[in-house]
């Protein structure tokens, strides 16, 4: 079992940045953000491998954010940098034993999520 908590989450006006965290009880797991706008189905938005750190992103968020670990301090980051207001929604990570991939039914442990509201 891998429990997760995210946290960082709050309203920040379009162009601005914030830094999600999420503390993993294990940090021996592939891990991944997704987010969940309203109305919206769940959405990949970055996930890292355990070992050498390898990254994916998202297309929409490319050049923006940057997923990133400090297993040290057992957390996951995500570094969002000119946040857009369609950048609004609940952001939740998730680790899996297994792939860094975009899917999200490859995961089998997930946090609460924390609320990211951008205004324009």
């Known amino acids: 079992q891998v429990q997760l908590v995210e946290s960082g989450g709050r309203l920040v006006q379009a162009g601005g940045s914030l830094r999600l965290s999420c503390v993993a009880s294990?940090?021996?797991?592939?891990m991944a953000w997704f987010r969940q706008a309203p109305g919206k189905e769940h959405e990949f938005v970055a996930s890292?491998?355990?070992?050498?750190?390898?990254?994916m992103y998202t297309d929409s968020v490319k050049d923006r954010f940057t997923i990133s670990r400090d297993n040290a301090k057992k957390t996951m980051y995500l570094q969002m940098n000119s946040l857009k207001p369609e950048d609004t929604a609940v952001y939740s990570c998730a680790a899996s034993r297994s792939t860094y991939s975009s899917r999200r039914n490859d995961y089998e442990y997930w946090g609460q999520g924390t609320q990211v509201t951008v205004s324009s």
């Open positions: 890292i491998s355990p070992g050498p750190g390898n990254t």
């Open positions: 294990h940090m021996a797991y592939h």
